[in-house]
């Protein structure tokens, strides 16, 4: 069974700073990918950024990127330059190769000005 | 492009009374399909996902239901809500292993 654990129910980060949110999970399917998405108040789910399990390289999107540490079972997502519209909801998510997509608990993020 | 639809947006509904909300996917074929349930600050539960019409696979053991009737739709039902099925519902879809879900704008069901 897969799991998928965010353990920091809510983070504050000043204005123009990072902030990296953690996310671990658990699979034994050697073939995966890591997704984080970020949902605002308004409900909607919004992709951010994508990791394959066999990517040698650690994913960036922008602002966005995923330190990957395959060994540790570990996709945490950095945002560089934090700003007042990233305050939301974030979910890391992981689909195995039955095409499950399962998802974290979340963090909260409140950007501060 | 592709666009996934979900209704209704908001919906209120008594205990013991029946459910269904539609999700359709235009501009692709063969998506692999889900369903999620989210409570208030929650994270979003797996309900069902589908790969393939009628080829549904069940998450969470509860009194709802989901059928494929056609390859880019996708139903939510149930016979008899209960109190506990109040929440967010969100559909789904993606192309490959490798690719992001696109989500629908979600349901907003309170039971009564």
């Known amino acids: 069974a897969q799991k998928i654990t965010q353990t920091q129910p809510g983070m504050f980060v000043q204005e123009k700073e990072a902030v990296t949110l953690d996310c671990t999970y658990d699979?034994?399917?050697?073939?995966?990918?890591l997704f984080w998405y970020k949902q605002p108040s308004s409900g909607e789910m919004i992709f951010l950024i994508y990791q394959g399990s066999y990517d040698q390289q650690n994913a960036t999107e922008g602002r966005y990127s995923l330190n990957f540490q395959k060994a540790r079972k570990s996709a945490n997502l950095v945002i560089s330059a934090s700003q007042l519209g990233d305050s939301a909801m974030y979910f890391c998510a992981m689909g195995p190769s039955d095409y499950k997509l399962s998802f974290g608990a979340g963090t909260t993020v409140t950007v501060r000005a | 492009s592709q666009t996934i639809h979900q209704w209704p947006a908001t919906l209120v509904q008594p205990v013991g009374s029946p459910l269904s909300l539609e999700c359709t996917v235009e501009g692709t074929s063969n998506p692999n399909l889900y369903w999620y349930r989210q409570a208030a600050g929650r994270g979003l539960q797996l309900l069902f996902y589908s790969v393939g019409i009628g080829q549904i696979s069940s998450e969470v053991p509860q009194n709802l239901s989901a059928s494929r009737p056609q390859d880019r739709q996708f139903i939510l039902s149930s016979k008899k809500l209960l109190l506990s099925d109040s929440g967010f519902y969100l559909c789904a879809w993606r192309w490959a292993l490798n690719t992001e879900a696109f989500f629908g704008q979600g349901t907003r069901l309170t039971v009564v």
């Open positions: 699979t034994s399917d050697p073939s995966y990918g």
